[in-house]
Every structure is written in structure tokens, then in C-alpha cells.
């Protein structure tokens, strides 16, 4: 094994996890392979083979934006034990009833959405557990590991389950599955619970809309989102319709199409192994390149007569997947705020594993107009496409991207007991600006606003003084007093220097803050505790909890000032216009 990959193996819990997920992920194989081969004996249909295979994915369609929130806002070991619990039972149920003789198409069909309601809830915590096992700097590698872990299981997992099937059949395929379950079980009971705590609490469907607009803030991480989507619609095919051109095109049983599936496993296997070189070698491309050659071997698969030239370009697919999965998953792990980890990584299992189903529909359905060869050819020619496409986006490679930092300058620990009610809160910020310098303003506002909008606010505005012109208000809102202390924790190095720039557009004694609070009239008698309120922000503003109320601080030049922060904004861009137009 790469010295690399092998750092994080030294760390005892990371390396039992590690270990369990290789038994698991083989059972995982074991399981795909069953089902799918069972669906087919059953039914002949491309259709239902694609519904299997979309079962096990598609409530991440309706389940991944709380799953993420789950993961930041519980205890991610005990969420880990019941997602584990709940895909454990799925897979009993199918090998009882399989064992049985009892099986039906739509009874396999609720066991696979029941394994898929557990594994919707389990990816988010899986990947946000990883920085908490390792250390940042080794998070690339860890994530690489899981690929290995995951394609050393498909390189033997699938090749043992299509034997098993052809042996033993598909129940007893499900029974080895859900053996496998207990270990990732042991290992997960045995962390201590309390060091699983979340890193806040809130309302869940408040963390939602928070996560979603820390995304929708976040250029870098939109990119990257769009990108996984893209690559999930179009490369689907390539292992939903596999089963069918190996029986119509190939005319081969299950055993070559577990063998096939092999190849990729072994590829990806490769794959892991030599992201680290490609990336040196392409840089901010090698998710371009990865896509677009995988988009090509899919064709070639579509196209390929024989089975040793199919099992050639299955490997060269699972190759360039695994350098493009595994670059978008530790790019994104690694832009991420720990507040917002969880949630970033639910809208990326979204955006790749939720698309992945309406994909598999979708080659289903093609394949039923023109056969599943030129089914594939089509949509893996379009991953093509858009892996050329790609190469020109503003996609950050994993190098350009450094993980956010905590102010060094600014204790962010919250001082003071108080709880406070009410809300929302409207935080009111006047400037007195030099006109002559309108423009610098503006163009700190729109970065300011990014800042807001990703940290907690739902709303900005800026608004104009109609009795003096020179006289700015930025007024941004947010759900509750608490949510505005937390705005305060979740700003990192880069947001207190657009904050610090912002400020320095101010020629009087300001800018001046103000925040109002909004509470409910029932009860005229009821006064808030504007005592506790006032004491507990001043300790906020004034302590060291945020950012000073005026900072002396002067830029070295407004344009020089702002293309130093988005340099160093992770996910950045050097280059990036600084013009925008006032609403």
C-alpha cells in the first residue's frame, strides 16, 4: 500500500472501521448482484432490474437534506448504529423470503427501499465521521482509503456473489450480506458516545435552510454539486444495463457478468492507488479528464463485441471513477465548515447518489426504445461530453483547496450563560462613506453579503439614506437570537477579513451597529429581559465573541485588498470580476 494511504491506518479507530467496511462493502456486492440477477430471473425486464437497482438510492431523493442535518445536529455514532440496524434488517427480510420461496418482484422491490431509507441516513454521517477520526491534513488520503476499501470489495464481491448466486442463490447471496452488518456495528458500539457530540442544536428545519444556503453562498461547493449531478444522470447506465448487455449482447450468464463487475472493481482498485500521481500530473482537470474517460470506455462497452475487450474498458471506467469520485468527496470534505459538514456532504450525496437513480430510470427507459448497447453508447456518450465541457468550469483541485480556518485574533467561545428568546432578528450596520469610493463599497457589500448569507442569515438588503446619501444600512435577518450567536462561531480567517475590509469604508466614528429582536404581544404585562440582552451582547461584541464594532484597520488598496481575500477564500478565484450592479 502507498505510504500515503497507509498514514491513516495507524490510527487505531480509523483502521478497525476501515477493516469492518471491507467485509461490509464485499456483502454490499454480494447484495447487488443478487438482487439485480433475482429481478431479472423474475420478471426478463430492463425496467425492473433499473427500478432494483435505483431502490437502494432513490430516498436519498427525499431523505438526504434532513440526513445531513441529522449528522450535524445528533450524535453520529448513535446515528451510525441505527442506519446500520435499519439496512441489517432490509437485508434479512430479503434472504428470509428468498429463502422461502415467498419473493416477489414489488416485495424485493420495498426491501431494496427499505435498505435504501438506512443507507440515505447513513452516507452523510459516514463522510462527516471522517474528519473526526483523522486528522484534516490526512483526510484525502483517509477518503482515498474508503475508495479502496469500497473497489477492493468490487473487484472480488461481485465475482464471488454472481458464483454464490449461480451455486446457492440469491438468498443465501443475502444472508452472507447480512452477516457483514455486525462488524461495522461492533466497531461503532465501542466508541464512547460522548465524544460524538453534536457541534449545535437547532430546529431541523432551520439547519436545512441553513446548510442549503451555505451552499447556495458558496460557489466553489455549487460547482462541484453541479458537476456530481452531471456525471450521476449520464454514467448510471454503465452498471444499470450491464446485466442486460451481458445476457443479450455478450450471451453470457451471471458468473461473466460478476466477472465484469470485477474489472471495474480491480480498476478502481487501481484507481486509488494512482490518484495521487494524477493529480500531480492534471491538477484542477482530473475530475474533467476522469469523467469524459469514463464516458468514453462506456461507449466502448455499449459497443464491445467480446467479453475480454468489455472487461477492459470496465476497468479503464473504474479507474477514472474512482479519480473523479474521490476528488469531489475530499474537496468538498475539505471546503466545508465542521458546523456544516454534514449537511454539505448530504446536498453532494444529493447531487451524485440521489441523481444516480433518475439516471438508472432513465437508461432503463431508453433501453426499452433501442436495447440496452446503444442505451449505453448514447448516455455514456453524453458523460463524454460533459467531461469535455468540464475542463473549462471553474472546478477547484483538491490542492487549491484549504480547509477553513478559526480566526487566530478573536476568541469565539460564547461568554455568559444567558438564554434569550425571540426572534427574528434584524441586525441593522450604517457606514458614513467617502462617495469618491462608492465603488470599492459596493463591491465589499456583495462579498459582506456572501459572508451573511452563508453563516445564518436568510435575508440582506442594503439600503441608501434618502437624507443623506452618504449613508449606508446593510440590514440582514436571521431566525432567532441564537442563531445570531451562532453566525458568530461559524465565521472563519477569511469571512473576519471581509468583515475588517468592509468596515474600513467608514469616514465617520462608525460603522454602527444596532439589532433588533422581534417578540410576540400576547400579554402586555410581559416585558422581554432587554436587561440580560443588552449585558449578554455587549460580552458577545466586546469580549472577544465576533467581530470588534470598529477595528482599526486600513486596507493596502481596495482592489489589492479584496483579490488577496478571494485568493485565499477557500475554492477562490484569483481572477474573478469585481463589478456588481446595485438592486
Not at 283 to 300: K, P, S, T
Not at 336 to 351: F, N, P
Not at 502 to 513: L, N, Y
Not at 539 to 560: C, T, Y
Request: charged share 15%.
Amino acid at each position: 500500500m502507498a505510504p500515503a494511504l497507509a498514514r491513516p491506518l495507524a490510527l487505531p479507530r480509523f483502521r478497525a472501521l476501515w477493516v469492518a467496511s471491507v467485509f461490509s462493502n464485499v456483502g454490499g456486492f454480494f447484495q447487488a448482484v443478487a438482487g439485480a440477477w433475482l429481478m431479472l430471473d423474475m420478471t426478463g425486464s430492463p425496467v425492473w432490474v433499473s427500478a432494483m437497482a435505483a431502490s437502494t438510492t432513490l430516498p436519498l431523493l427525499f431523505l438526504a437534506l434532513p440526513s445531513g442535518a441529522l449528522a450535524d445536529l445528533a450524535n453520529r455514532r448513535n446515528v451510525l448504529l441505527a442506519t446500520q440496524g435499519t439496512m441489517l434488517a432490509a437485508v434479512v427480510g430479503m434472504a428470509v423470503v428468498a429463502l422461502a420461496g415467498l419473493v416477489t418482484p414489488p416485495l424485493l422491490l420495498a426491501f431494496g427501499l427499505l435498505l435504501g431509507v438506512g443507507s440515505a441516513f447513513n452516507a452523510p454521517v459516514w463522510m462527516s465521521m471522517v474528519p473526526d477520526l483523522v486528522p484534516r491534513e490526512l483526510v484525502p488520503d483517509a477518503v482515498a482509503l474508503n475508495s479502496v476499501s469500497f473497489n477492493a470489495a468490487r473487484a472480488v464481491g461481485p465475482a464471488l456473489g454472481g458464483l454464490v448466486v449461480a451455486t446457492a442463490g440469491p438468498g443465501v447471496a443475502f444472508g452472507i450480506n447480512a452477516f457483514t452488518y455486525l462488524g461495522i456495528l461492533a466497531v461503532v458500539a465501542s466508541f464512547p458516545a460522548a465524544e460524538w457530540a453534536p457541534h449545535e442544536e437547532a430546529h431541523m428545519s432551520r439547519a436545512i435552510a441553513a446548510g442549503v444556503r451555505y451552499a447556495r453562498f458558496s460557489p466553489a461547493l455549487l460547482w462541484l454539486l453541479g458537476i456530481s449531478a452531471g456525471f450521476a444522470l449520464t454514467s448510471a447506465s454503465l452498471q444499470v444495463l450491464l446485466p442486460n448487455v451481458t445476457r443479450d449482447s455478450l450471451g453470457r450468464g451471471a458468473g461473466t457478468y460478476g466477472l465484469l463487475l470485477g474489472a471495474m472493481g480491480l480498476g478502481a482498485l487501481a484507481g486509488a492507488f494512482t490518484r495521487a500521481r494524477a493529480t500531480a500530473g492534471l491538477g484542477r482537470h482530473l475530475v474533467a479528464a476522469g469523467i469524459a474517460c469514463f464516458g468514453a470506455a462506456g461507449v466502448g462497452v455499449g459497443l464491445s463485441p467480446v467479453v475480454w475487450m468489455t472487461a477492459l474498458l470496465m476497468g479503464l471506467a473504474g479507474v477514472v471513477w474512482v479519480w473523479a469520485l474521490t476528488t469531489l468527496n475530499a474537496t468538498i470534505q475539505t471546503l466545508s465548515h465542521d458546523w456544516v459538514r454534514g449537511r454539505a456532504l448530504s446536498l453532494y450525496t444529493l447531487a451524485f447518489s440521489g441523481v444516480w437513480p433518475l439516471g438508472s430510470l432513465l437508461a432503463g427507459g431508453v433501453a426499452d426504445a433501442v436495447g440496452a448497447d446503444w442505451a449505453m453508447v448514447t448516455l455514456c456518450g453524453a458523460a463524454l461530453l460533459l467531461g469535455v465541457g468540464a475542463w473549462r468550469m471553474p472546478i477547484r483541485g483538491i490542492a487549491e483547496v484549504h480547509a477553513p480556518e478559526i480566526p487566530q485574533d478573536y476568541d469565539l467561545t460564547p461568554h455568559g450563560d444567558a438564554e434569550l428568546a425571540g426572534g427574528p432578528v434584524l441586525v441593522l450596520n450604517s457606514w458614513t462613506i467617502d462617495e469618491s469610493r462608492l465603488e470599492g463599497f459596493l463591491e465589499a457589500m456583495a462579498e459582506l453579503r456572501r459572508v451573511r448569507l452563508r453563516t445564518g442569515a436568510f435575508r440582506w438588503r442594503l439600503y441608501r439614506h434618502f437624507e443623506d446619501p452618504r449613508r449606508m444600512t446593510e440590514a440582514f435577518s436571521l431566525d432567532s437570537w441564537e442563531e445570531h450567536l451562532r453566525q458568530h462561531r461559524r465565521i472563519d480567517a477569511v469571512d473576519v477579513e471581509v468583515i475588517r475590509w468592509a468596515r474600513s469604508f467608514d469616514v465617520a466614528d462608525g460603522p454602527t451597529a444596532r439589532h433588533l429582536v422581534g417578540f410576540e404581544v400576547v400579554d402586555p404585562r410581559h416585558r422581554p429581559d432587554w436587561e440580560d440582552l443588552i449585558v449578554h451582547h455587549r460580552q458577545v461584541h466586546e469580549e472577544g465573541h465576533g467581530i470588534p464594532l470598529a477595528p482599526a484597520w486600513e486596507p493596502p488598496g481596495e482592489k489589492r485588498a479584496v483579490a488577496e481575500v478571494r485568493r485565499a477564500q477557500p475554492g477562490g478565484d484569483e481572477s474573478a470580476h469585481w463589478r456588481i450592479t446595485p438592486r
